[in-house]
């Protein structure tokens, strides 16, 4: 996974969270100490002490998303842990046969390049998910997956991600299949729970019934994310002032040839013989 950081992105660094070296010597060892004084023998407490033999590049991820501040990093480390503890499911090892597949399918899959901000663009394309045969829980399983994966990269601490999702041919079959419960995981995911810049989630082409679901979800919402849920349906002029059509796939709404998911899965997870490129 890529260490290079672009000037563009150490420049964004420095403004938009802070960062300098000096400033990220600090803050680690601010961070360190914070972890190591934890006062709780529980085993949540023994578990986050265990961070302090974590690595920089580990620790670094908190304290970016947190623009340095050291104990709102440890905060967010605690919130990581719980989320952890509390949805065993979706953090479980998973094969990378299997997240292969769900990328060629775009369920999830991400853009095979960055966007014109730097950021990781996930895709998910609703039409052929099966809920039956991969249910919501392991979609979730899917996308921390290469959340993880795709956070050893600088360059997307830096930047973060965004989601575009397809939404056309949204049955009732998968809207009842996953019930609130299922939605918290994903939105646990997103607000606060991981290390993460998370910049934006897009539908497209939702049908009426779906705004049914989004106001059960909104409940479960924090105000900071609601702003960041954008609903286009058909009307893409909104999508289109957020990210340049010709850098979109065709298939989800902008004007670049179809997402391509084998090369996606090759670039990012390594080829059948698990060489790995540098790209993210």
Partial sequence: MAKFLTNK??????????????????????????I?????????GLLLRKHSEADDSFLLRFLRTRKFDPEK??????????????????????RKDEVRQRMEMAQPGVLPYRDHEGRVVFLFKIKDWKPETYPFWKVVQTYIYLIEHLLKSEE?????????????????RQMAAVGISDYKKMIGMLQGAFPLRFKG???????????????????????????RVHLHGRTLDAFHKEFPADIIPSDF?????PYDGHAAANLILGDANDRETTAF
């Fill in 253 to 257: 709404g902008g004007t670049a040839p």
């Fill in 73 to 94: 990093a440890y905060e967010l480390l605690q919130a990581y842990d719980h989320y952890h503890k509390k949805y065993p499911d979706v953090v479980s090892p998973i």
């Fill in 9 to 34: 992105s150490i420049e964004k660094a420095k403004i938009e969270l802070g960062e300098s070296k000096g400033i990220k010597e600090d803050a680690l060892q601010k961070l360190r100490e914070r």
């Fill in 156 to 172: 997307t601490q830096i930047n973060g991600i965004v989601i575009i999702e397809n939404f056309e041919d949204y049955s009732f």
């Fill in 36 to 44: 190591s004084a934890t006062n709780d023998d529980t085993k949540r």
């Fill in 201 to 227: 989630v897009h539908f497209l082409g939702q049908p009426e019934f779906f705004v049914k679901v989004y106001a059960l979800i909104k409940k479960c919402i924090n105000s900071k994310l609601l702003q």
